[in-house]
């Protein structure tokens, strides 16, 4: 069966849920022995690969504006596509679904992947979200559209039960993490001026809607006892939010790592503190299951994706709400470090390929 997979950025190395979502289940996909090919954005990849882990990898340009380059690269990827005979477009995230009647126009099978409504997020203007909610109707509101859907939480398949009335062909399959890679980089930690287990995790992109700027506010009010917070992560767009919390950051003296992959960020899971995701939305947050497989403490607000983890009542917070942040950061630094035993099952990656493959059988039926 040969898959294309459209609408995440690209794999391996690129910062983003949904590309990190890809990265884990593509490979697994191709070791089944599929023909899987990811189109990627040219320019947020400068490895030259044409293949890693199994994966075809194919390059198409797109322009590096938010507001047009998932649409544009998307329309590309569509008629490459078609191109190439694939007997499955697997497209992801609403912005690229926009592009789903167009595929079926062109004769193309399609599976979309229901990330989470990205109009909620505060980045986007009255139009981009106007845009994207039709993204999402395209993506969701009937067979006609799209053959299968799937949905990375029970949020977003009550969502679109919801408002589209879609009960058929959606498939639950939640986000995964891979199994931890409990590491230590002492001259990682050196560079950064870092202990073990001495300071506070947030590991995210810098975008208004992950509530960073809330973190540091409510870490600049608490007895820090020599625990230092570190960001880990950065933003795909510079603009005036990244860098007026950059900038807070430093004048607060809080670590700034830019983007990490690899062994300096198992390290840095590995021996945290605590970690932290303050967001307003969500779909179901990939970096918050690392921490989790890591067994690290979490304190994250208590927005609907998060809660659905059924984490103890004492990990949340009241979303946008300073104070009672600050007084879990604090009880944090005042205990002693425990680690804490998640049940992570659900979220193998193995099991999830597995799945997803199932998805794929459907449409020869």
Same mark, same amino acid.
């Given at each position: ?32 022995? /599929? ?8 320019? $947020? ?15 198409? /340009? ?39 009647? +167009? ?27 106007? !845009? %994207? ?5 395209? &993506?969701?509101? &009937? ?20 408002? $589209? ?8 399959? $939640? ?6 890679? +409990?590491?230590?980089?002492?001259? +990682?930690?050196? /560079? ?36 230092? =917070? ?37 390290? =840095? ?19 918050? %299951? ?38 879990? %950061? ?9 680690? !804490?035993? $998640?049940?992570? /099952? ?20």
């Amino acid at each position: 069966m040969k898959i294309i997979v459209t609408g995440t950025r690209g794999i391996p190395d690129v910062m983003g849920g949904v590309e990190t979502h890809c990265e884990e289940l593509f490979p697994r996909i191709a070791r089944r022995g /599929e023909d899987v090919t990811v189109i990627r954005r040219k320019n $947020y990849v400068h490895d030259g690969l044409t293949e890693w882990n199994g994966v075809k990898l194919i390059d198409i /340009e797109s322009p590096k504006q938010k507001s047009f380059e998932a649409i544009v690269h998307t329309f590309k990827a569509v008629n490459k596509a078609k191109q190439l005979g694939a007997d499955v477009l697997h497209i992801h995230a609403i912005g690229p679904a926009l592009l789903v009647p +167009y595929a079926k126009m062109l004769g193309l099978k399609v599976v979309f992947t229901h990330h989470g409504p990205d109009y909620d997020r505060d980045k986007w203007g009255i139009m981009a979200k106007m !845009v %994207l909610k039709w993204g999402e109707r395209m &993506g969701c509101a &009937g067979v006609f559209f799209v053959n299968e859907v799937i949905v990375i939480s029970e949020v977003i398949r009550n969502l679109i039960r919801r408002k $589209y009335g879609r009960t058929e062909q959606v498939h639950l399959i $939640y986000n995964g993490v891979p199994c931890p890679d +409990y590491t230590n980089c002492p001259e +990682y930690f050196r /560079e950064l001026g870092i202990t073990e287990r001495n300071y506070i995790l947030g590991m995210c992109r810098f975008v208004p809607e992950k509530n960073l700027h809330h973190l540091v506010e409510a870490f600049r009010r608490v007895d820090k006892k020599g625990c230092r =917070l570190v960001l880990a992560g950065d933003t795909d767009f510079e603009d005036e939010y990244s860098r007026a919390l950059k900038r807070e950051a430093r004048e607060n003296g809080v670590i700034l790592t830019g983007f990490v992959k690899g062994k300096k960020l198992h390290s =840095l899971l590995t021996n945290a503190r605590c970690y932290v995701l303050p967001s307003s939305h969500e779909g179901l947050p990939i970096a918050l %299951l690392e921490a989790m497989s890591y067994r690290l403490p979490v304190i994250v607000s208590d927005i609907p994706a998060n809660k659905e983890m059924g984490l103890d009542a004492s990990c949340y917070f009241e979303t946008g709400n300073i104070e009672q942040l600050a007084d879990r %950061l604090q009880e944090i630094i005042d205990g002693d470090f425990k680690q !804490v035993h $998640y049940d992570m /099952e659900k979220y193998g990656w193995d099991g999830i390929a597995l799945r997803v493959a199932d998805v794929y059988e459907n449409l020869k039926k």
